[in-house]
């Protein structure tokens, strides 16, 4: 199979999966209980009133004439207008999304950054205190939910210690490199839970890879040949050992986006996961269709991504 | 070896994916402002920045529309009330000077000549006659819109009085819409269009302000940063003291108070849960004022049940509450009692001190039952089971439900209860899908709007779904007259009708406390939530202690 065909396999998967999420998203919102006319307006409104906001939001069609309309718009590029806030969906998206991007693929830089070396470590110290060390640490950070190392975090850290600001993206008043550095100082706390919650699974699985390619023939063939142990395991054990682990990177990314929502939320972080958290207590369906959609495709992409990499990296792939 | 990328790739690989990132957050880096962003500058103006604690978002700039309370206290530093709150209840002039009725169809504001936009343009009766008239044409989902009802047209008789018809005798629509309503710059919101589809959000040059402060930067989800204008009139001095108001967003009250003690934030602005007062009042740096309660917290019983239709059932489960026990326990005795009536104390002028709470006797409770044909079992139940609804975000219902329940099994009646979150709860309440419902009102300020809506059969708030011809009878002549001595003998009236046949089960009013630090001092607390210490007069008087 050429890279062509199998890069539009993959496009064409992605697309399905794509509509997939918008039609799924679109349905469940409107089984959720309660209207967005009621979540928006005063309790004091007339039953009138509240019948004027459902048609003003379109929600007084039959769902499958709202769903065609939504289908439309979406070619036409258009998102929609938010229920509350009435400005453009891609607007609202627009300003948050920087955040998010920032957290995550800080949080996925620092996963692997520290992820190799601590597998790394572990594998070449089989069954020693390190590696146990570092089995413990792995299935301990598996079992690590966001809200509560971040809580943990925001009162040791953000109150006690001091070290990291308790919440936002930045501080308020400060310019040019300040405002970086700050942007940085608040990332800590965020990032770093995130991190620490999807570093585990990463570190466990490079650690077995990184063994079975160490006990491979051309390991073996490589000693022979003289090459030294770090030579070995840095430069042709640990290559192929990255192959899975970059796999569950691309398939941790939907996980990491869930937890973007939460480590938001938790730490006031102005990114897209916030602002889901928000529209979803508003019930602003245009909103929560945007942002169920941006983070659709962000993972389709990604997915696509890795799939071309991998087929990029191991010609066996492409050929199955 | 094969199939592993080259390091060329990797890096253009890895390089424009750090690129990328840094490119999105690059564009949201602000420059420094090229001259000092406060306007004003009078002998006691500081150059502080006041840092404010939120929990939510703006959810709309427009404050026609917005409901939350952070719209409201964001927009409310911008565009101002006709009247304010005093701490009975009673309205206060803010914008208007003098506020009345002309004839018992025609209500009228005088308003102070010296308030100006912050973009130079005098604000004038003009102003607040087309915000009434846009309001009542385009409705807005906002509470403005709510208090409109028998509001017909306002018109600007000079450029300092307003006068406006209405379609029947309400003697509590000049107030109602004085204290809900605001004034917003007809030269920027009508080029707009439509009230209630104009955003506001500052994305056609920025915001223009008649309050102490103008916004001027939003981060959403982060902050809202207001800049001080050159002349507020309301505050001592004309000119607010803090440079700068920061509303600041956080997840919950308790990452604010984590804000408060760290020194990330100088105010919260929503009252302190009951459990933190104490502990915060004794915590050096901070201080706790606290802020008269204008709402109540009440039990409604469905008449649509037919056994919630009897009044000896309604009144059967009014004695099989501990209100008392209540009030300590979810409430660590910050609450005071009501009567068993909706008008409550804080209501100076209105509150009937003949009408007390219902005792707690779950006996009288089961004398009831049976006077009403019910007979108990051979456990004491009297095979009546209802269901009560609740909202589990509000933590201290959350808790006295749970009291109810265990206190109406003495009683011989079952309760079940259904907590859900907030959009649930509200998709009950307006369906009327509940026997019982418990819940809040944060503002109930005037009897003649509240008795409307909470107890005339068309009123938008009426849970109990009650329709007592008696009681529609009293409420139409409570709203007809402006005599202030006849009003308040027909709302007790109706008081007393609403108390002895339970038609609703009012049973405290919380005191509110706010938290703030102590280096900041100068706060004017107003009643309500809403008001506070982060009323406008209130944020633009509050002063950093030096050193």
């Known amino acids: 199979m050429s890279i062509a065909s199998f890069a539009l396999r993959r496009l064409g998967r992605g697309v399905l999966t794509v509509w997939f999420a918008v039609t799924v998203t679109f349905l469940l919102l409107r089984l959720l209980p309660g209207d967005p006319a009621l979540a928006v307006s005063s309790p004091t409104q007339t039953e009138a009133t509240r019948a004027l906001l459902l048609t003003q939001y379109g929600l007084d069609k039959p769902l499958a004439e709202q769903y065609l309309l939504y289908l439309g718009q979406l070619l036409r590029g258009n998102l929609g207008t938010s229920f509350t806030q009435s400005v453009p969906v891609l607007d609202v998206l627009a300003a948050r999304l920087p955040w998010t991007i920032l957290l995550t693929v800080g949080a996925l830089v620092l996963t692997v950054v520290i992820g190799i070396p601590l597998g790394v470590l572990a594998a070449s110290r089989r069954g020693g205190f390190l590696d146990k060390a570092v089995q413990v640490f792995g299935v301990t950070g598996q079992s690590l939910f966001v809200?509560?190392?971040?809580?943990?975090?925001?009162?040791?850290?953000?109150?006690?210690?001091?070290?990291?600001?308790?919440?936002?993206?930045?501080?308020?008043?400060?310019?040019?490199?300040?405002?970086?550095?700050?942007?940085?100082?608040?990332?800590?706390?965020?990032?770093?839970?995130?991190?620490?919650?999807?570093?585990?699974?990463?570190?466990?699985?490079l650690r077995a890879t990184l063994v079975?390619?160490?006990?491979?023939?051309?390991?073996?063939?490589?000693?022979?040949?003289?090459?030294?142990?770090?030579?070995?395991?840095?430069?042709?054990?640990?290559?192929?050992?990255?192959?899975?682990?970059?796999?569950?990177?691309?398939?941790?990314?939907?996980?990491?986006?869930?937890?973007?929502?939460?480590?938001?939320t938790v730490f006031a972080y102005p990114g897209v996961g916030r602002g889901i958290y928000e529209a979803v207590t508003q019930l602003d369906f245009p909103v929560l269709q945007g942002a169920f959609l941006m983070l659709a495709l962000t993972v389709v992409v990604a997915n696509t991504l890795t799939d071309l990499v991998y087929g990029w990296l191991d010609p066996r792939v492409k050929a199955s | 070896m094969a199939g592993s990328p080259r390091p060329a790739r990797r890096a253009v690989l890895v390089g424009g994916l750090g690129g990328f990132s840094a490119a999105a957050i690059a564009a949201c880096a602000p420059s420094a402002p090229e001259q000092p962003a406060q306007q004003g500058g009078g002998a006691a103006a500081g150059t502080d920045t006041l840092t404010i604690a939120t929990t939510t978002d703006v959810v709309n700039f427009n404050p026609t529309v917005g409901n939350s309370r952070s719209d409201q206290w964001v927009t409310g530093l911008m565009y101002p009330r006709l009247l304010t709150i005093a701490s009975d209840g009673s309205k206060e002039a803010e914008l208007a000077t003098k506020w009345g009725y002309v004839d018992p169809t025609t209500g009228y504001y005088e308003i102070r000549d010296d308030f100006v936009w912050s973009d130079g343009k005098p604000l004038t009766a003009g102003d607040v006659a087309w915000t009434l008239n846009a309001v009542k044409k385009d409705a807005p989902s906002g509470t403005f819109y709510g208090q409109l009802a028998n509001f017909v047209q306002a018109r600007a008789v000079s450029d300092t009085r307003v006068e406006f018809t209405m379609t029947t005798p309400d003697s509590s629509l000049v107030d109602e819409i004085g204290f809900w309503g605001c004034v917003v710059p007809q030269h920027v919101f009508e080029p707009a269009g439509s009230i209630a589809d104009f955003a506001n959000d500052g994305s056609s040059g920025g915001w223009v302000s008649a309050g102490p402060y103008v916004l001027t930067k939003v981060q959403a989800g982060q902050s809202y940063t207001l800049d001080r204008v050159a002349k507020y009139p309301l505050v001592e001095g004309g000119v607010p003291v803090a440079a700068k108001v920061v509303y600041r967003v956080f997840p919950d009250v308790n990452t604010e108070i984590l804000a408060l003690r760290s020194g990330e934030a100088d105010v919260i602005a929503n009252a302190l849960p009951p459990a933190q007062v104490q502990p915060l009042t004794a915590t050096d740096g901070l201080a706790v004022e606290k802020a008269t309660g204008l709402g109540y917290a009440h039990m409604v019983y469905n008449m649509d049940n037919p056994d919630l239709a009897k009044a000896q059932v309604r009144q059967a489960l009014a004695h099989a509450a501990d209100y008392e026990a209540i009030r300590k326990v979810a409430l660590s005795g910050q609450a005071v009692s009501t009567g068993s009536s909706p008008l409550m104390p804080v209501l100076a002028k209105y509150h009937d001190p003949s009408i007390t709470e219902y005792p707690f006797d779950p006996g009288a409770s089961r004398a009831l039952l049976q006077q009403a044909g019910y007979s108990a079992d051979a456990d004491g139940m009297f095979g009546l089971t209802f269901r009560l609804i609740y909202s589990l975000q509000d933590s201290v219902t959350s808790q006295w439900a749970q009291m109810v329940k265990d206190s109406s099994a003495k009683a011989g009646i079952a309760i079940q209860l259904q907590g859900s979150e907030r959009n649930t709860y509200l998709a009950q309440t307006n369906d009327g899908d509940y026997d019982i419902y418990a819940g809040n009102f944060a503002i109930m300020d005037d009897p003649v709007l509240n008795f409307s809506l909470s107890y005339l059969p068309d009123g938008a708030i009426n849970y109990t779904h009650v329709d007592d011809a008696a009681l529609n009878d009293l409420i139409g002549q409570g709203a007809a007259t402006t005599d202030l001595d006849e009003k308040v003998g027909i709302f007790r009236q109706a008081a007393k009708m609403v108390h002895e046949q339970v038609y609703d089960n009012i049973m405290y009013t919380q005191d509110l406390f706010f938290a703030h630090s102590a280096e900041w001092s100068g706060f004017i607390s107003r009643p309500s939530e809403l008001l506070s210490i982060v009323n406008p007069v209130s944020v633009a008087s509050a002063t950093k202690s030096a050193g």
Do not use: C, M
Not at chain 1, 181 to 189: A, D, G, I, P
Not at chain 1, 191 to 203: A, C, F, H, P, R
């Open chain 1, 147 to 205: 809200p509560s190392i971040g809580v943990l975090l925001l009162f040791v850290v953000g109150l006690k210690l001091r070290w990291a600001p308790i919440g936002g993206a930045y501080s308020d008043g400060t310019y040019g490199g300040q405002w970086y550095l700050s942007v940085l100082h608040h990332l800590v706390l965020p990032g770093l839970s995130l991190t620490l919650v999807q570093l585990g699974s990463y570190v466990l699985t």
């Open chain 1, 212 to 264: 079975d390619a160490l006990a491979d023939d051309y390991v073996v063939l490589a000693r022979a040949n003289g090459l030294s142990e770090r030579r070995i395991l840095w430069k042709h054990a640990l290559r192929n050992a990255l192959l899975p682990a970059t796999t569950l990177i691309g398939l941790q990314l939907g996980f990491l986006v869930g937890g973007a929502v939460l480590t938001e």
